[in-house]
């Protein structure tokens, strides 16, 4: 393929495929089978244009799934992450990358010591891209949100509608070039990062709200 064939005296091949490539034979070289010359690959560009539209679309599918179905199981936990994007900016962001730089630390870390082998494998392979993928789904859920003008106080308990809605812009941001890739690297971050954000709040014990007690009236009692 785009190169140079060369058969040699003395050398024996059954069937020579060429494509876009030159063929070089001795005299004493053997072909027992066929020759065919083609300039043209399976690989084409339309054919890897044909391959990407699949795939993303395939993509696409996935993701729509998985933000219905986060939207419809954990609606609470994804309203509060993606109400943390807009509410904890920095939080979430600084979150986002602790997460994403750690993680993959900690996987290699588990598979280094061999007895972590398998959990370090489970670390990088799937929870990184499950992590991942929801934290498309935070921020198409807060891009939703503020697309359908719901503050924070007011989303429902299962934003089906808004992490539908934003998830398939960001397809469409996907798109676009120049910018497809700072934006797959960003929204990742951030999306991880309101939803660790949000998991920690939740793990975080609530200090007990203090009464103070009530004195009683003063006054003067008069007898009768």
Known sequence: INGTLTLSAGSRVKNVQLVRSELRRDPGASVTGSIDRTSRM????????LFGFILFIGLGV???VLATGFAMIGGRQLSEASASLSGKPGQTILAGFVTLLALPVLGALAIASIVGFWVGVGILFVLIPVLTALGYVVVGTWLGRLILQ?????????????????????LVVFLIPGVNLLALFFFAVWGSGGLTYAMYRGLRPTRPTTIAPVAPPTGTVSSI
């Open 42 to 49: 399976f690989f084409s560009a339309g054919w890897v244009i």
């Open 62 to 64: 996935a993701l729509l």
């Open 150 to 170: 719901r503050p924070a106080g007011n989303l429902p308990g299962h934003p089906i509608g808004e992490a539908a809605l934003g998830t398939v812009l960001l």
